[in-house]
Nanobody, 118 residues
Framework: QVQLVESGGGLVQAGGSLRLSCAAS????????MGWFRQAPGKEREFVARITWTGSSTNYADSVKGRFTISRDNAKNTVYLQMNLLKPEDTAVYYC???????????WGQGTQVTVSS
């Protein structure tokens, strides 16, 4: 079992920055990949970013590439999402997820709201 708790969401003006955190507990954090997803009102949940268990490889959705950075601190059992140059279309509930099996995300956090005003 893995428990995930996101934090760091809030209201920010367009062009601003936020850093989301996701604290994990349960199974050894350093053994699995982590991802961030988001869901805007009336839309399906979409992939944002992923990081391997070592942190050596990351990938991003085209819509956030160059603006968002995913990172992890295995000593703190925490994954981060640094979001810069935020746009109103980034407004969504952001979720972190754990891929403990190597092929799908099987644990999810409760989400944190990010609202970007224009």
């Amino acid at each position: 079992q893995v428990q995930l708790v996101e934090s760091g969401g809030g209201l920010v003006q367009a062009g601003g920055s936020l850093r989301l955190s996701c604290a994990a507990s349960g199974r050894p954090f350093s053994r699995y990949a982590m991802g961030w997803f988001r869901q805007a009102p009336g839309k399906e949940r979409e992939f944002v970013a992923r990081i391997t268990w070592t942190g050596s490889s990351t990938n991003y959705a085209d819509s956030v590439k160059g603006r968002f950075t995913i990172s992890r601190d295995n000593a703190k059992n925490t994954v981060y999402l640094q979001m810069n140059l935020l746009k109103p279309e980034d407004t969504a509930v952001y979720y972190c997820a754990a891929d403990t099996r190597g092929y799908s995300y099987d644990y999810w956090g409760q989400g944190t709201q990010v609202t970007v005003s224009s």
